[in-house]
């Protein structure tokens, strides 16, 4: 691995993930490297149009990157079926709805529509999450094979009951949709998508604060949920 291009990276990295101006000292510390190496690597960035520094001195991500990036994802085939769905399933349950596709062991979240009544969620467009933990990513491991390699990867690096999520995750199988409630107060109901008979890769998820997920409503919203993804695979599925 060349060590220059991977601190480059991790450097970039931090600064998506700071959410505003950073400094160079909590960059330093974000990648573990000396303050000089970033400070050289930032002004090499800079020049490449892919990090700016603002009037105090903090650094920031620009769209540079960003172009990259919604390129590589408007290529993916789930994306490009996935928008009239996903607006559909918004207008009919009213509730935020999630698109996310397996990255490893995390899910990345590719679209959210959120809700005319928002809650605090603790995920956003482009935000990376163990996939054990929500409601997409359970949804995806109750289906493929090699669920159990992902879960000890997920493990290495947070606390996981292993025996209780395989237990959960053979429910979900059964019942066709997981649940998860990673954001406080608030449970997603998930569902896997695959096409063309591959491992499954992606889900869609329904999000509301947990007293509006109960009785009729919450059945009302499975059953939303469960018509788009088979309607959503048959999309995929067509030449």
């Known amino acids: 691995m060349d060590r220059a291009v991977s601190r480059s990276f991790a450097i970039l990295e931090a600064l998506a993930r700071s959410h505003g101006p950073a400094r160079l000292s909590d960059l330093s510390a974000a990648t573990?490297?000396?303050?000089?190496?970033?400070?050289?690597?930032l002004a090499t960035l800079s020049e490449l149009g892919y990090a700016d520094q603002d009037d105090s001195g903090r650094y920031r991500p620009t769209l540079r990157s960003w172009e990259i990036g919604i390129g590589v994802?408007?290529?993916?085939?789930?994306?490009?079926?996935?928008?009239?769905?996903?607006?559909?399933?918004?207008?009919?349950?009213?509730?935020?709805?999630?698109?996310?596709?397996?990255?490893?062991?995390?899910?990345?979240?590719?679209?959210?529509?959120?809700a005319a009544r928002p809650v605090r969620f603790l995920t956003r467009v482009g935000s990376r999450v163990p996939a054990p933990l929500?409601?997409?990513?359970?949804?995806?491991?109750?289906?493929?094979?090699?669920?159990?390699?992902?879960?000890?990867?997920?493990?290495?690096?947070?606390?996981?009951?292993?025996?209780?999520?395989?237990?959960?995750?053979?429910?979900?199988?059964?019942?066709?949709?997981?649940?998860?409630?990673?954001?406080?107060?608030?449970?997603?109901?998930?569902?896997?998508?695959?096409?063309?008979?591959?491992?499954?890769?992606?889900?869609?998820s329904v999000s509301a604060p947990s007293e509006r997920l109960a009785g009729k409503k919450r059945e009302a919203i499975i059953e939303a949920l469960l018509e788009t993804r088979a309607r959503m695979t048959e999309a995929l599925d067509r030449p």
């Not at 573990?32 to 690597?41: F, G, P």
């Not at 949804?139 to 292993?162: C, G, N, T, W």
């Open 73 to 114: 994802v408007a290529d993916l085939p789930i994306y490009r079926v996935a928008a009239g769905f996903l607006q559909t399933l918004h207008r009919t349950t009213g509730e935020t709805v999630s698109l996310t596709v397996l990255s490893g062991s995390d899910v990345l979240y590719l679209e959210k529509l959120t």
């Open 134 to 204: 929500t409601a997409g990513g359970k949804a995806i491991l109750s289906v493929r094979i090699d669920a159990p390699q992902i879960i000890e990867e997920a493990a290495a690096h947070r606390a996981l009951d292993i025996p209780a999520l395989m237990t959960e995750l053979e429910e979900c199988r059964q019942r066709g949709y997981a649940l998860s409630g990673y954001s406080p107060g608030v449970t997603s109901i998930g569902a896997a998508v695959a096409a063309g008979g591959a491992p499954p890769d992606a889900a869609l």
């Open 32 to 41: 573990d490297l000396q303050k000089s190496t970033v400070h050289r690597i």
